[in-house]
């Protein structure tokens, strides 16, 4: 069988072809593909390349193939091949030959003035824009229902944690906060990432630009691009962008990961603070008491996943000569994983967190031990006029003798305290409670109750401005 009518006589053999071939990957970017090939030959059209009359049949033959693949009547795996033509091994030449069949040779005019490398490089970044659309407005669907709840939950008191250990006395709506500017920052990154996807490596052809008089801003503009990359090398042979969107992916899924691992640590048997839906968790296939936090583990388990997918791309791309190479085709891997990937992460977060439930009880229970109040006896001490650091080790050392007295800081008797600093006095008790803690914070962020209501009060009014932008 003959693959073309030029240098090559022999068609692949069936292990290659199946080896090589990408059509079960970039076919999902059939539309992205049939949206540059119709700005394309109305371009080719509009310059006097090819005659109105082809590029009106053309055109309408990728409109049928546009149908016929919403239709589930296209599959472009089991599509034969056109006569004299090169094998169908991706979603552009499946379409290509599918347009052939339809109009005949001229179908084959299609091509003209592009290549293959521009032609994949302007399907990724159209499928990039779609995909940075989708996961910001995932980024603020979640950052609305983290919002939600800190509202809901904004007089809850917490013990706040460093290295898993009680520190201070926290409102509940101060940390779920934390991951709403977390989200703000990726969905910056993403925006940022859009700016530079969204230039048009259409035209470049194969490395060294066409002799045809073709209009590249032209096409740029009507598939909705700002601009042109100008080297048509670096056009055809990078795919920057790509790996910038999977590290945004990457960074993302780490932050989706730290909330998931809270919540699989807050509903054990051993923290008790949140009660997570039946709807996303499990049972144990042996033991049935069992309640397995198995939504927020796989989001936990996939950012695995999505960091390979960064370091799989950069890896590919690292020691390739200009321009393209075949390895580039290998980009599709990571790229849809991590898009996918993500997306889903950010969905099922958002869902599972409508169900949650803190329990009150339980981080008041725990507020009532691991001195989380040492540090405002540090405070009332440099108040009084000592040195932070001296405060600290005298706080630390009335801690370790509470210890050994199996009392609590405020059971500690005044007569005590004062064998380990002569400036306390009754008022240290006033300072004792995890309310006052809170409401003596001034510092501009903090978790003080004024500080959180001003920070919700900011969110809510920019949320809402997202959501209206879009």
């Known amino acids: 069988m003959k693959r073309g009518t030029g240098r090559f006589r022999q068609g692949l053999d069936p ?31 509009d310059r006097g390349v090819i005659s109105r009359r082809d590029a009106r049949d053309i055109a309408g033959a990728l409109r049928e193939i546009r149908a016929e693949i919403a239709a589930g009547r296209f ?102 906060l934390a991951y709403v500017g977390m989200l703000q920052r990726d969905a910056g990154r993403f925006s940022d990432c859009y700016g530079r996807v969204n230039i048009s490596p259409l035209g470049a052809a194969a490395l060294g630009g066409t002799s045809f008089p073709i209009d590249r801003d032209g096409v740029a503009r009507a598939l909705g691009f700002d601009g042109v990359l100008e080297n048509s090398i670096d056009a055809v042979s990078d795919r920057d962008v790509q790996v910038e969107f999977i590290a945004a992916c ?64 950069l890896t590919v791309m690292k020691g390739l000569p200009l321009a393209y190479n075949r390895d580039m085709q290998e980009d599709k891997v990571f790229l849809f994983d991590a898009a996918e990937t993500v997306t889903g992460a950010l969905q099922v977060s958002a869902a599972m967190l409508k169900g949650v439930r803190f329990d009150r009880k339980r981080f008041a229970a725990e507020l009532e031990s691991g001195f989380v109040l040492a540090t405002e006896l540090a405070d009332y001490l440099v ?52 309310e006052t803690s809170l409401k003596s914070k001034k ?18 009014r920019k949320l809402t401005r997202s959501r209206s932008s879009r």
């Open 15 to 45: 292990g290659a072809l199946r080896f090589s071939s990408s059509l079960h990957l970039d076919r999902r970017m059939a539309e992205e593909d049939i949206q540059g090939s119709l700005a394309h030959v109305r371009m080719l059209a």
């Open 75 to 176: 599959d472009p795996e089991a599509a034969p091949r056109a006569p004299g033509r090169l094998t169908a091994d991706d979603i552009h030449m499946a379409i290509e030959q599918r347009v052939i069949r339809k109009v005949g040779p001229r179908g084959g005019l299609l091509q003209t003035a592009r290549s293959r490398n521009d032609q994949v490089a302007t399907d990724e970044r159209i499928y990039l824009r779609k995909q940075i659309r989708t996961v910001t407005a995932s980024i603020v669907t979640l950052q609305r229902m983290l919002l939600k709840k800190a509202r809901q939950y904004r007089t809850l008191v917490m013990p706040g944690y460093t290295h898993l250990q009680r520190g201070q006395p926290l409102l509940l709506a101060h940390h779920l």
């Open 383 to 434: 108040r009084k006029g000592l040195p932070f650091r001296e405060a600290h080790t005298i706080v630390g050392d009335l801690v370790r003798e509470c210890i050994k007295e199996k009392c609590t800081l405020r059971e500690f008797s005044l007569t005590s305290y004062r064998r380990h600093s002569p400036l306390f006095d009754r008022d240290l008790y006033r300072l004792l409670n995890v």
């Open 250 to 313: 990457a960074i993302t899924m780490m932050h989706l990961s730290r909330l998931a691992e809270e919540l699989v640590l807050w509903s054990s048997e051993e923290w008790r603070f949140v009660e997570i839906d039946e709807r996303f968790a499990t049972g144990s296939s042996i033991m049935p008491q069992k309640k397995n936090p198995d939504m927020a583990e796989l989001v936990r388990g996939k950012t695995g996943r999505v960091y390979g997918d960064l370091v799989g791309l």
């Open 443 to 460: 510092s501009r962020g903090s978790t003080a109750p004024r500080e959180v209501e001003r920070a919700l009060s900011r969110w809510e």
